[in-house]
């Protein structure tokens, strides 16, 4: 029954911006926390970044820190991640996740915590 739908994906120039949104269906997203992934061809999924469903408090890893925002609309149900700054490096499948261990976000965003996955949305950085 729970359901989460990312988009917002696409072609953007190496120092664009982006914002991503993950959509939740049959539940509240307010009540977990909620994680972004991504994976780039050939390499494992690795966590970016999580908001928690108690008080808003976030994580992000410190690759993506000062370029990576993750925030939360509950009146649409809908988690975002502001992608700015994007490099060569970025180009990936984004994904959105419920965690399964809590409503918190830990000191670290670890796939195997994650319950609910979304499809993924592509980004794709090209000049």
């Known amino acids: 029954q729970v359901q989460l739908v990312e988009s917002g994906g696409g072609l953007v120039q190496p120092g664009g911006s982006l914002r991503l949104s993950c959509a939740g269906s049959?539940?509240?997203?307010?009540?977990?926390?909620i994680g972004w992934f991504r994976q780039a061809p050939g390499k494992e999924r690795e966590g970016v970044s999580c908001?928690?469903?108690?008080?808003?408090?976030?994580y992000t890893e410190n690759d993506m820190k000062g370029r990576f925002t993750i925030s939360r609309d509950n009146i649409k149900n809908t988690v975002y991640l502001q992608m700015n700054s994007l490099k060569p490096e970025d180009p990936a499948v984004y994904y959105c996740?419920?965690?399964?261990?809590?409503?918190?976000?830990?000191?670290?965003?670890?796939?195997?915590?994650?319950?609910?996955w979304g499809q993924g949305t592509q980004v794709t950085v090209s000049s």
């Open positions: 996740a419920t965690r399964g261990r809590g409503s918190s976000c830990p000191r670290g965003v670890w796939i195997y915590e994650y319950e609910n």
């Open positions: 049959g539940f509240n997203l307010d009540y977990y926390a």
């Open positions: 908001l928690s469903g108690r008080d808003g408090s976030t």
